[in-house]
């Protein structure tokens, strides 16, 4: 039986290959020798992201016409204007029918529950199941994201049959059964989530769409585990001016020991420092961006001794200077950071 990051991989390079794409070249900008038929999902990642900069499209050659590098950034920021979870869904669901590319798109409501829903416009794309499954994750995990809290699914369903590796879709949607051969694709949420409050700043939008879109595929467990609650830990203590709580601070806050802490990051491919860095670079963007507050005042406020430390530091993370980034706005600049928690 075929796994679930295998199938992926396979239809990723089918259709990158039916477009006329050099197999070499990919395996080159991944950095591997071949590809294996137990990929992982570490693989799947890396591969999408060689695939869509050689490809200058995020969908990987997988719709009717190219989706350029900076669609999602361009859709996430205009979600992020959205009031509630509600108006984000609506959002996205009219932004995308602008595109007028591969699929109707639709949100409404039905009985208890809401749907998003994707209806074909050319039976012949999505060339494979991954460009409906890319679709269905990256929008769910988007407005999960917007939230800042995972966002339960109670059902989902796809207009193919059924593929080899169905049996691992629990990873990616857990508690909801997958229908198959159906007329259209979708997932449905509980109706009281719509009121929601969306908590993301355009330019945390932009910049997630731009960083982190494939690690969406990372098995639920790790997308929205430990890491998560840690990183939101880290982040109101430095919107309170707190010293950032230390492993064994974290653990005791988790009432777990903290050897289990360190296993459950470990397992989430997580590391504390990674995790720090994550969340001083995005408040730093975000204060930057949203904020007249100067470069010492952030500097401080994360918890650096010197303002040249901090100055280097997001050089680092970035690409440019804290005052160039300011300046410049997140288009120029966001597109060299592509650290996340994994």
Known sequence: MTSLYAGMVSNLMSGYQEAGFDLADALRAAKFDRISPEATVQDFVRLSRAVSLLMNDEYAGQMERAQRVGTLALLAAHVSHGRTLGDGFQRL??????????????????????RFQLKRINPKFPRSEFGVEAVLILMHRLLEWMSASSLPVNSIWFDYTRPDWAGSYSLLFPNAEPAFAASTSGFSIPLDELSRPLCRAEIAAKAWARRTPMDAFFPVEHYLGTSLEISSLLENAIKESRKLPSMEDLAEHLEMPVYTLRRRLKKEGCALPAIRLQVKRDHACRLLAETDQSVESISAQLGFSETSAFVRAFKDWIGVTPRTYRQAGLPQVIASAHRTFN
């Open 93 to 114: 669901s009219d932004f995308m029918n602008m595109l007028d590319n591969t699929f109707t798109v639709s949100f409404f409501t039905n009985g208890a529950e809401c």
